[in-house]
């Protein structure tokens, strides 16, 4: 059983491109969270998502950014117009029924050139 | 591959009592750097302690301090003077360089009786 993939593990993107992070979750896994870390800080919760709802998005900017976790595929964290703040480690985790027992991804690191 | 295993996935203490979370980890390199994290029900995961691989001296946050043995890839998690919030998961993480590029431990639970 392969672990949270994230790809890709390195991104650039130029100010004002898109940005899409994906994230599968482990096999049985329907629960997906979305976090933020900026450099020297700890982890910030972004989103929750479970199959094709979005539970929790309290930590998500409310422009630019959007998460989805469809039926089929991996859940996908997408920025839009990048901006150099926008430049940090996102991780995912998954779990089978909610945060006891997550798992987390390696992480892709976003840079804004 | 690297690797990082927390054998613990529960455990309790009392307030006030002293307690060790355990984490191992493998690897192949000389320099890297460990984690330990706090998740408390709000989902915020916030960076308890750092340490780099290279200082011999454990480091230390208060009431939180680490045993790291390098010879034997141990990273353990002391916390003293256990409080009611100190309950949560706490997670072990590894890194290979400063950009948080982090493989984790599958968490351990943390209970605090009153």
């Known amino acids: 059983n392969a672990g949270v993939m994230q790809n890709p593990r390195h991104l650039v993107r130029r100010r004002g491109q898109e940005a899409r992070l994906r994230c599968s979750p482990m096999k049985g896994h329907s629960h997906v969270y979305w976090y933020r870390q900026l450099p020297e800080e700890g982890l910030k919760f972004m989103v929750y998502l479970q199959k094709e709802n979005i539970i929790d998005e309290s930590g998500m900017p409310k422009e630019r950014f959007s998460a989805e976790f469809p039926k089929e595929g991996p859940s996908i964290l997408r920025i839009q117009q990048v901006v150099r703040g926008d430049s940090a480690a996102y991780f995912c985790?998954?779990?089978?029924?909610?945060?006891?027992?997550?798992?987390f991804g390696q992480g892709t690191r976003l840079t804004v050139v | 591959a690297q690797t990082v295993t927390q054998s613990q996935p529960e455990m309790s203490v009392q307030e006030a009592e002293t307690v060790t979370l355990s984490c191992t980890y493998d690897?192949?390199?000389?320099?890297?750097?460990l984690f330990w994290y706090k998740q408390p029900p709000s989902r915020q995961m916030i960076l308890v302690i750092r340490?780099?691989?290279?200082k011999q001296q454990n480091a230390t946050e208060n009431r939180f301090s680490v045993n790291f043995q390098k010879a034997a890839k141990s990273f353990s998690l002391k916390i003293s003077d256990s409080q009611l919030g100190d309950a949560a998961m706490y997670f072990c993480?590894?890194?290979?360089?400063?950009?948080?590029?982090?493989?984790w431990g599958a968490g351990t639970k943390l209970i605090i009786k009153p």
């Open positions: 340490q780099e691989a290279y």
């Open positions: 993480a590894f890194s290979m360089d400063s950009n948080y590029q982090l493989i």
């Open positions: 690897t192949s390199e000389s320099d890297y750097y």
């Open positions: 985790a998954s779990s089978p029924r909610g945060l006891e027992g997550a798992f």
